[in-house]
């Protein structure tokens, strides 16, 4: 039995299965007959954490074998790729082209592209590039039945039917498994580099970005962070209590000219100290920040906010303000032009002068009183007991969600309990 | 639609009268002839329109409808060119005439949130002033509304480098077949749960009826370079389209149109295309000065490598704008080629363009029937348009079965049936050419968990059971009227 393939410290009691191609992967799902038994489809088990406590499952669905980049048209801007493919095998071949995937989840050597997408893992490349769902053109999809179905295809330009890819980029494999992907990509820049800033305070870190956003410069990533992530991240930035990473590429001139820019807004500002960092350099920033993932990864607890620029202002006004006053230690990284907020805090050890409940309740209620949603992604087993860790969302939406996850797997022989339609 | 079922729909008049008020509902038959079609061939007999001017007011008319099981047919400005708006099987159509207020603009968040009525281009003429625009502009962008985008997730030609209304649309309120009204995401660029939102966008109006829609804003490009390229023959541009591409620059537009174009185009509004030449790129870069310029310099030089005729560049805007005065006025133009064309949309990839241009010029010449291509040629998406002359017996049958001769050859080499004009009625029965039975089938679904009775636009985007051409085009031929062709 493999460790990736405990979820929440529950084994699979009748093993995994390791198909190879859509057709293994096909038998495998049709042939649990049996309504009692839980199927869990894993890839790199990069965001298995993920969920309502899993009570039971029986079988794990490895897809870690259908690794197979199954077309690359490169002077089409398109590639077809397994499921079980990781991201950086994904990467390290559309590179030699000069493309990408402008998708940037965490641990890509392990995450594959199929996991990435059904449990829609954030990265911070989302200012310029949007979504990562905007970059799925086409997918393959097996049912719980084992039905092989399609959608969509190698064409950057598609309203042939219905979307049904959409369903399942966030869909944590409750309605189907993706088996196939394919994807439009985007051209490396020629030049790649991040400025970085040091503010004493949010609010110049909120006016800054507002400033870039209002700016001409086409930032491919921004992000804000705190200084226990910079901490965290052995970041030299001693005099900054938040630090804002703005990433810009393109081709030469242009290049130089955003860097031009974002200097003449940073003049603006009294910032603590300011730095660039190039190429190889900025890559590896980003690699840190993007691979981030708390304290202790047992222990730790992950929270993801999602709002609107503005709304993250007073959000995070309000949440640094409750975490002073119980004296919490807690990591915080933000992306101000897309809404975004992570923060992660020790759920065992921390210093706060509460219990980890009431904190946990509290942060929630702020972000509610924002207008904004909360979704708890990383917890300690212990306390996902009773928890929903989802946040609400609308009945209606939720009804509908219900009837969706019914029509495709009536036994909820994939994933059952743990996703946000199984709750009561 | 039987008589007694036609007049259970009469008695309801003053239901719906009671709803929407006296003035917004029509059966009158002379009103009701303005429903029967779209921008497509297809033709539908709607029984009663409602205009009404909330979701309230809609979820009223749905629950009415749904106890009496009948059809209902939500509908933008009619610009549709696959018959999705089309009352197929007639009932009430509920017009969006009325919902066309903007909302909100919020600048600093950059979306907008809009009434499924507003016509595509006002809200970029709206947010305008605050150096924003919402990017999908379809070629009917000035007629057409932004519920009808959703409804086809249509695109335009500067999709190539911002994409569809799937890419811009950031949530949306909508009311179900049973009268629910809920929101499928917000104003956030993210969230959990289904992609609600995302899988109702290009349903074609049979899921669900948008209501409310928050859309994301664009940043006004700081420069923007329109250049024209002439080429000797289609298949130089169709190459020089491919090395654009392959080289890896995606500019905001990238249009392609084939002498027949240029010939009608000119004669139409004279925007100066090269006479002689046997296509023309339109290509359009946007973004930073610096960038803009780099880009347009590397585009040249690939374009030089296929012996252009003329490499023309945009000195301003009111230059800029006569070029693209003849892209956007061309389908208008072609009626001076012919009486009628057929417009066929199908996208291919784009490293397949000078072989699938090739196949249609062959079929051209085989048929007799001259064809005109126009293409969103950097995303691969053509438009051939098929010229013919609708008094002649034969032309209609003939130019159908090539249409769908041009969906088999797109699919064939790797493309889809659909761009972004949707399946609709057009080409529900050519979707067996694409998708297996079981891929239909789990598409079927999808309406299932939205809706049991089918009353959400019924009898579009599948098939109808023949999966047959003959039946598809013999179908065709008896809904369309004179002139009916776009």
Known sequence: MKTKHIVDGVQPSEGAIHPKNRDELSIALSDVLDSDKVVVPIGGATRLQIGAKIPKYDYALDLSGMNQLVAHNSADLTCVAQAGATLKSLQDVLKEQGQFLAIDAAFPEQATIGGILASNAPGYMRWQLAHMRDMVIGMEVVLPSGTITKSGGPVVKNVSGYDMARLHIGGYGTLGVISEISFKLTPLPRRQGTFILGFQTENDLHNFSEEVFRSHVMPLALAGINSEVTKELNLKFPASLYLVLVRIGGRQMAFLRQKEILSQIANNYQYAHTEFFEEDSSDVLWEKLRDFRGYNINTSILGRVFSTPTRLRGLLAHISEYLQKIELKVALSVQPGFGTMEFYFDGVSNSAKVDVEVIMSEIHRIVLENNSHLNYEQLPTELKNGFNMWGPINRGSLDLMKSLRRTYDPTRKLNRGRYITDSE | ?486
Not at chain 2, 93 to 114: G, T
Not at chain 2, 197 to 214: D, F, H, M, P
Request: hydrophobic share 40%; aromatic share 4%.
């Open chain 2, 1 to 486: 639609m039987s008589q007694s079922e036609l007049l259970e729909i009469k008695n309801l008049v003053p239901e719906l009268k009671n709803i929407v008020g006296s003035d917004y509902v029509l059966d009158d038959k002379a009103d009701l002839l303005v429903y029967e079609y779209d921008g497509s061939i297809d033709r539908g007999n709607p029984v009663v329109i409602v205009l009404p001017q909330s979701a309230t007011e809609i979820s009223s008319v749905l629950k009415l409808a749904r106890s009496h099981s009948i059809p209902v047919v939500a509908r933008g400005a009619g610009t549709g060119l696959s018959g999705g708006a089309i009352a197929e099987h007639g009932g009430i159509v509920i017009s969006m005439a009325r919902m066309n207020k903007i909302l909100e603009v919020n600048a600093d968040d950059r979306y907008a949130i809009v009434e499924p009525g507003v016509v595509n281009l006002d809200l970029s003429t709206h947010v305008g002033p605050q150096g924003l625009y919402y990017a999908p502009d379809p070629s009917s962008q000035r007629a057409c509304t932004i519920g009808g985008n959703i409804a086809e997730n249509s695109g335009g030609p500067h999709c190539l480098a911002y994409g569809v209304t799937t890419n811009h649309v950031l949530g949306m309120e909508v009311v179900l077949a049973d009268g629910s009204v809920t929101w499928f995401g917000e104003n956030e660029r993210d969230g959990i749960g289904y992609d609600l939102r995302g899988i109702t966008i290009g349903s074609e109006g049979t899921l669900a009826i948008v209501t409310k829609i928050s859309v994301r804003l664009l940043r006004s490009p700081e420069h923007v370079k329109t250049m024209l390229m002439a080429f000797e023959t289609i298949e130089d541009a169709s190459a020089a389209v491919t090395g654009i591409i392959g080289a890896g620059m995606v500019p905001a537009a990238l249009e392609m149109m084939d002498h027949f174009c240029i010939k009608a185009a000119e004669e139409a509004v004279g925007a100066g295309y090269p006479e002689g030449a046997g296509a023309v790129l339109l290509v359009e870069l946007d973004g930073l000065f610096e960038s803009v310029e780099e880009e347009s310099d590397e585009i040249e030089a690939i374009c030089r490598e296929f012996g252009p005729l003329e490499i023309r560049v945009a000195d301003d805007a009111m230059e800029r704008e006569k070029l693209w005065s003849g892209r956007k006025g061309v389908l208008g133009a072609l009626g001076r080629l012919a009486p009628n064309y057929y417009l066929v949309d199908g996208t291919i990839p784009r490293t397949k363009l000078v072989d699938v241009l090739k196949q249609i010029n062959e079929l051209s010449e085989r048929s007799g029937y001259p064809i005109a291509n126009l293409l969103h040629a950097g995303d691969g998406n053509l438009h051939p348009s098929i010229l013919f002359d609708e008094r002649k017996p034969g032309d209609v049958e003939n130019i159908l079965a090539i249409g769908a001769e041009i969906l088999r050859i797109c699919v064939e080499s790797g493309g889809v049936l659909s761009g972004e004009h949707g399946i609709g009625l057009e080409k529900q029965d050519q979707m067996p050419l694409m998708f297996s039975d079981e891929d239909m089938a789990t598409m079927s679904l999808l309406k299932i968990a939205f809706e049991t009775e089918d009353l959400l636009n019924p009898g579009k985007v599948f098939p109808t059971g023949a999966g047959c051409g003959d039946i598809s085009q013999a179908r065709a031929i008896a809904r369309v009227g004179p002139g009916a062709y776009i």
